[in-house]
């Protein structure tokens, strides 16, 4: 009777270890997910503003130039 309830919680113990190393494991990549989509947005943002600022100044040489007319 007692090696049944020995082997029973070796098992549980043993299921219990594998559902917390999954869950650190998806954990870990959900984390390393977020990252990436934060690095990603950041780049794009980025790209957003010296499209802005290279319209922006184009626009200032068009009407330099219109003024200069």
Excluded: H, K, Q
């Excluded at 549980?12 to 270890?17: E, P, S």
């Excluded at 794009?44 to 626009?59: E, K, P, Y």
């Amino acid at each position: 009777m007692t090696l049944v309830v020995v082997l029973g919680l070796a098992l549980l113990l043993l299921v219990l270890t594998i559902l917390v190393v999954t869950i650190l494991v998806l954990a870990l990549l959900l984390a390393l997910l977020a990252a990436l989509i934060a690095a990603v947005l950041l780049l794009s943002l980025t790209v957003v503003l010296l499209l802005i600022l290279l319209t922006l100044l184009a626009l200032l040489a068009l009407l330099a130039i219109l003024a200069g007319l």
